[in-house]
T-cell receptor, first 114, second 114 residues
Framework: SQTIHQWPATLVQPVGSPLSLECTVEGTSNPNLYWYRQAAGRGLQLLFYSVGIGQISSEVPQNLSASRPQDRQFILSSKKLLLSDSGFYLC?????????????FGPGTRLTVT | AQTVTQSQPEMSVQEAETVTLSCTYDTSENNYYLFWYKQPPSRQMILVIRQEAYKQQNATENRFSVNFQKAAKSFSLKISDSQLGDTAMYFCAFKGTAGNMLTFGGGTRLMVKP
């Protein structure tokens, strides 16, 4: 069965510091991968998605970037964090094959920028 | 662009009762996919139920069922025999046939009371 991991689970970082959040998927190959941000009490905002290694699409201009160095690894980064980057970050995957469209989510990372 | 609206920010229901969460969406597409996700206090997003727009039959998963009204662009979730573990945020999501994005509604916070 497929599983998705995210780490760290929680993170407190000062403004201006760098960021690296990692997401890995097991039990599948060539997944579509997604990064979402959820502000407190709000819905999900799609940040990035990737259909393959090195292929990144950005949905909103922002202080963040994403990379996919391996098939089942998706990384969210920032060179200098802003206060507005605080939130709950969710990674999700979808099979890259067939006509299945549902996405499956990881446990999330709560980021607090101080 | 598609939009998804959940008009009930918060709802409550007594244990063992039935509750219906509303979701409406706007699209010009004829074929698409709709989902309900549950986000309990642990913050893990869990897929509850899915519906393909070309299917007239409403989807059912145990105590969860949907009322899909394509003409009205409505996709409500009914939870029967509510349990304390159903307490969570519930998100409605839309996926068109093109692209990789899920569009989420703003969520409904459901509290099941003993």
């Amino acid at each position: 069965s497929q599983t998705i991991h995210q780490w760290p689970a929680t993170l407190v970082q000062p403004v201006g510091s760098p960021l690296s959040l990692e997401c890995t998927v097991e039990g599948t190959s060539n997944p579509n991968l997604y990064w979402y941000r959820q502000a407190a009490g709000r819905g999900l905002q799609l940040l990035f998605y990737s259909v393959g290694i090195g292929q990144i699409s950005s949905e909103v201009p922002q202080n963040l970037s994403a990379s996919r160095p391996q098939d089942r690894q998706f990384i969210l980064s920032s060179k200098k964090l802003l206060l507005s980057d605080s939130g709950f970050y969710l990674c999700a995957w979808k099979t890259g094959f067939g006509n299945s469209y549902e996405q499956y989510f990881g446990p999330g990372t709560r980021l607090t920028v101080t | 662009a598609q939009t998804v609206t959940q008009s009930q920010p918060e709802m409550s229901v007594q244990e063992a009762e039935t509750v219906t969460l509303s979701c409406t969406y706007d699209t010009s597409e004829n074929n698409y996919y709709l989902f309900w996700y549950k986000q309990p206090p642990s913050r893990q997003m869990i897929l509850v139920i899915r519906q393909e727009a070309y299917k007239q039959q409403n989807a059912t998963e145990n105590r969860f069922s949907v009322n899909f009204q394509k003409a009205a662009k409505s996709f409500s979730l009914k939870i029967s025999d509510s349990q304390l573990g159903d307490t969570a945020m519930y998100f409605c999501a839309f996926k068109g046939t093109a692209g990789n994005m899920l569009t989420f509604g703003g969520g409904t916070r459901l509290m099941v009371k003993p």
